[in-house]
């Protein structure tokens, strides 16, 4: 599936929400993306692995265990790799401190950009309401949520076969869905709020499938995105600009230089 002719290299890459172990996994895609980046850095940034659909039942394709041994690969030749877990992958957190064949496990992290931003690094479900008071209502969505990427599945194996490109039901219906995007605007909100209480000067975090980046008044707000719906990554050149690679669209459109987000407010 690479397209591309050289491997495009960066100082940190963040990514997050593969759902390894879930049927929504994009995960040629994932390999995809592993294969043609090398960084100094690389940041997991939570729902790494989804316990919470294994817990139902067990799904692990090849693909998901080859996702898992290229990351490991990085780690081995040098990519420092950072595993910031989140709701999906909690168990994790109970091992913050240790390292795993060398990835370091932590609940959160500041990360430095090239020009002296200080930026935390946290997984996000701790803003999520629902997350961290109704779990039980959580996961009912969640199964509603799995539901929408099975019916996406089929619809995207007939796009393909009448030769249109990948598109998210999921996300569309998101997007279309007035609750659901006041719902990331609060949310945004909330987690630039509390960046500012903290001192820094922004946030990477994933949990609600968005890639964005914006300014909050004084915090630089970033999503990474997802491995489900969006197939897209954070990354920081070495001048510690940020971008956003949407790494299906990037792949379909034969572009060889990434979509760049903006770092301040215009």
Known sequence: MNTMNTTRRYRTVWISDLHLGSIGCQADLLLDFLRSVECDTLYLVGDIIDGWRLKRSWYWPQ???DVVQKILRKARKGTR???????????????????????EVQKEAIHETADGRKLLVTHGDEFDAIVRYAKWLAMVGDGAYMFLLVLNSWLNRARTRLGFKYWSLSAYLKYKVKNAVKFIAEYEEAVAAMVEKRGLDGIVCGHIHHPETRQIGKVLYCNDGDWVESCSALVEDNSGDLFILRWGEHL???????????TAAE
């Open 81 to 103: 790799v950072v595993y910031v877990p989140g709701n999906h992958d909690e168990f994790a957190r109970d091992y913050a401190g240790l390292h795993f064949g060398g990835v």
């Open 63 to 65: 693909a998901h265990n």
């Open 252 to 262: 379909q459109s034969g572009a060889r230089t990434p979509e760049m987000l903006p």
